[in-house]
């Protein structure tokens, strides 16, 4: 047996592994809240997958502290409130609000002027496991940040000019910054826009595919270039663009699995990209019983598990689900295969 990074490489090239690689997210409150508790998880199940040291710096527009009760402004002017602590803050103000605003707006460019990627480096070096940088990159969610959703949902639909030209200003920050992040040691890179909702796209396909398919293409191509994995992670249902993710050139994709039809996205993409993440049906592992969350991991090993990589056994721990279920998920990862898996 080789190494976690071994097996997480091994998995997004589609080949025999032994097991599907452990990639368990824990929320800030639970980090703050049930700390002893999510330490013991990890002991009992490492991750594969890690991320690296390193902390975007602050900028010109930056006010308050991100995880602390209160309001704070981000390096991009937007104003953002937690209510409690390891809550996630809650949009407030944005700062192009007035589309006047727009035209002058020019991103944080110390944000990245200003970081220190030697602790990135150093990071890297000093594991075993799968590195994966989690970006600052994600257009769509910076554009309903700064116009305000309202708005930007609008104007994008419309396909307005000032917008257009919001997201080309953006794209040049971002294509900086996936470059900086790929010159480093990381094996992966990460890219985020939270597109999907229960039902499916929050914009028609064809906004996606017009406005934004090329600026991830010109990211992957970056990452790719360098030698790295690129993963995308949004939320909800992406089935409509999930060919367009493949064309894009994304490694692995993560997206809600059971607001799809799971067994038609095995038989239509399993050998083509690799889904990061599975049974993490929230409502599930907060209210369900032990044998419905291991009935649900069962579900997506039958459809994507078959011991030749594909899947990532990715799950979030919030705080209100019990240590019992999540320790079930992740022991359901572990059991033997399906039949099936050994059978094709």
């Not at 091994?10 to 809240?33: F, G, I, N």
């Not at 527009?61 to 402004?73: A, K, N, Q």
């Not at 209210?287 to 459809?303: F, H, L, N």
Request: aromatic share 10%; hydrophobic share 40%; proline share 6%.
């Amino acid at each position: 047996m080789g190494t976690s990074r071994d097996r997480v490489i091994q998995t997004l090239r589609h080949e025999p592994t032994d097991r599907a690689p452990r990639d368990l997210w824990a929320t800030p409150a639970m980090e703050s809240q049930r700390g002893d508790e999510l330490a013991e998880m990890l002991r009992r199940f490492p991750n594969d997958i890690v991320r690296p040291e390193f902390r975007y710096p602050g900028g010109h527009r930056t006010r308050g502290t991100v995880s602390e009760v209160g309001l704070h402004t981000d390096a991009w002017g937007c104003t953002w409130q937690v209510t409690q602590r390891g809550e996630v803050p809650e949009l407030k103000h944005s700062p192009l609000a007035d589309s006047r605003q727009a035209t002058a707006f020019r991103p944080p460019a110390n944000l990245l002027d200003k970081a220190n990627f030697a602790t990135v480096n150093k990071s890297c070096a000093g594991t075993s496991r799968f590195v994966l940088a989690w970006t600052d990159v994600r257009p769509f969610d910076r554009l309903q940040w700064l116009r305000g959703p309202e708005a930007a949902l609008s104007e994008l639909r419309a396909a307005a000019r000032p917008i257009r030209d919001l997201l080309a200003a953006l794209h040049d920050f971002y294509c900086r910054e996936i470059a900086l992040w790929a010159g480093t040691e990381v094996d992966g890179i990460v890219i985020q826009d939270d597109w999907g909702s229960d039902r499916g796209l929050v914009l028609p396909p064809q906004v996606f595919r017009e406005l934004f398919k090329p600026l991830y293409r010109d990211y992957c191509r970056e990452i790719h270039a360098r030698d790295k994995f690129a993963f995308f992670r949004s939320t909800g249902n992406l089935d409509a663009v999930m060919e367009d993710l493949i064309d894009i050139g994304f490694d692995a994709v993560h997206a809600h699995l059971f607001s799809m039809n799971v067994e038609s996205l095995a038989e239509r993409f399993r050998h083509r990209i690799v889904f990061w993440g599975g049974s993490d049906a929230q409502k599930m592992l907060v209210q369900g019983t032990v044998d419905e969350v291991k009935a649900a991991v069962r579900r997506v090993r039958a459809a994507f598990d078959f011991g030749r990589g594909g899947v990532i056994a990715q799950c979030l721990w919030d705080v209100r689900a019990p240590f019992h279920n999540v320790a079930a998920a992740l022991e359901q990862w572990l059991a033997p295969l399906p039949m099936h898996a050994h059978a094709k």
